[in-house]
């Protein structure tokens, strides 16, 4: 009689505290529990719950490591709003472990930032066209920093993001914002004038929300994403490589 292959991997059992930081973070995610809201003592966590109360808090700490709990004034826990950064990093990880390519980072941004310079050109303020035009500025200074220049551009972007005022499109776009920025420090040190084409774009896209044109607005996204592409195709890259094998580059 042969043996038959094993199919199944051992059932790991998940810990009680994280079921409790997770029983608590779907009240808050369904909108039941809404931010400012208290969720109860420790003591009366440990009696809904029926654990100790050490596990109650290493629950609670999980929660107020990514910033949907806090303590108020009183030391009273409440709900809090998650951390923007920390959620990114968390969604850019998985990016990651899913090796996704260049290729669908470029196809993603080039859809989201269609969608954020037409919200951008409707919306922007005085005051935001005056952050760009510094941003601008500060990147013409370092033009021969191919890193400096990447992370200015990282900046730009989330500037020209804030423009819209979508939180949603925000949240989308952040994740691969962190996978964009060392493949964009590849692109510019493989492109010749690499960073005079990318200040170029910047100026028309800031140019784009001085108009109020929307059109002008979605040219140069294109543009400019397409030359992200070139550069990072003249850098000798495979369009469909992961995206981790650029990060361990940079």
Known sequence: MSETAEKFTRITPVPAYQMVAEAIEREILSGRLRPGDPIGTEAELVRQFGVNRSTVREGIRLLEQG?????????????????????????????????????????????LSLASIELAVDRATPEEIAALDANIAATEAAMDDPVTVATLDSEFHLLLEKCGRNRVLELAREPSNMLIYPTTNVAVRATEHGTRRLIEA??????????????????????????????????????DQPVDLVTGMV
């Open 67 to 111: 910033g949907m709990v806090h303590r108020d004034s009183s030391r009273r826990l409440a709900v809090g709003l998650p951390h923007y950064d920390r959620l990114a990093t968390r969604a850019s990880r998985a990016l990651m472990l899913h090796q996704v390519s260049f290729r669908e980072l470029w196809e993603a941004t080039m859809a």
């Open 202 to 239: 910047h100026r028309m896209l800031v140019e784009s929300l001085r108009r109020r044109d929307r059109e002008l607005g979605r040219l140069w996204t294109r543009r400019h994403l397409d030359d992200w592409r070139k550069g990072f195709e003249k850098a000798g890259m495979d369009l």
